[in-house]
């Protein structure tokens, strides 16, 4: 790969809102939709894959320096996010299997503190999504509409974060463990289609979208699912 801050067209001490702008700005004017040429786009994707996530991008920066090849970087940051990953995911269900028999109370207590609270801003997250796209596909290419669209990427990404720390606030009673990990997953479904639909702001490539809107429909069936299981657990 070419130096991706060549590519983008800006200096290694860009912040990450500058490297956003520049992106978005080139990959408009470089679109093969608008005359550009592929070639151009699949180097700007590339450059802003590895720039576009902090982490790739101090990791680039840190081997750079000391004459690491970039490839070498790219697959240290890779395999550390996966570690990451797998340690949350890890952490997730330890907490919710190694919790003692919680009394009926304690089931209670968490499904009003914390599925509750967690439904409503998945709900939140997923039902606007039909009409945000609706009214994006009128012109993709329109900034205001674009703005629109990613200005409920945004409010989306805060709500997850909130909807994250809430999980995490309580243990799964024993008695829902079960139903606490499939909570888990919705949030994780939810919060990977919005990292595909904000990668699909940033270069109009389809599969971004189609995998998003995927994602989410799959969220919501489970979603669904849960609301359904809840009644069972309230009843038992």
């Known amino acids: 790969m070419n130096n991706p801050y060549a590519e983008l067209g800006v ?3 860009a912040t990450q809102a ?3 702008a520049a992106y978005r700005r080139l990959v408009k004017q470089h679109h093969p939709d608008a005359g550009g040429d592929p ?3 699949l180097a700007l994707n590339a450059a802003w894959e590895l720039l576009g996530d902090a982490e790739r991008r101090r990791q680039f920066d840190r081997q750079s320096a000391v004459g690491i090849g970039a ?18 995911a890890s952490q997730a269900a330890h907490a919710a299997s190694g919790q003692a028999a919680a009394a009926d109370d304690a089931l ?28 994006l596909s009128a012109d993709p290419y329109d900034d205001t509409l674009m703005e629109a669209f990613c200005a409920y990427i945004e409010t989306s990404q805060r709500k997850l974060e909130k909807v994250k720390d809430l999980y995490q606030s309580l243990p799964v009673p024993e008695g829902a463990r079960g139903f606490g990990l499939s909570l888990y ?9 919005v990292t595909e639909l904000e990668r699909y702001t940033m270069g109009y490539v389809d ?8 994602m989410l429909r799959e969220a919501k069936q489970r979603r669904q699912r849960l609301q359904q299981e809840r009644r069972r657990l309230e009843i038992a």
């Open 185 to 193: 997953h919705c949030l994780s479904e939810v919060e990977d289609a």
């Open 71 to 88: 490839s070498q970087a790219e697959g240290v940051a890779e395999a550390r996010r996966r570690g990451a990953r797998n340690a949350r």
């Open 108 to 135: 209670v207590h968490w499904l009003q503190t914390v599925y509750a609270p967690v439904d409503r801003q998945l709900g939140q997250v997923i039902n606007p999504f039909p009409a945000q796209l609706r009214a």
């Open 39 to 41: 070639e151009r786009i």
């Open 207 to 214: 599969s971004y979208l189609h995998d998003g809107r995927e």
């Open 11 to 13: 200096t290694a001490q």
């Open 18 to 20: 500058e490297l956003k």
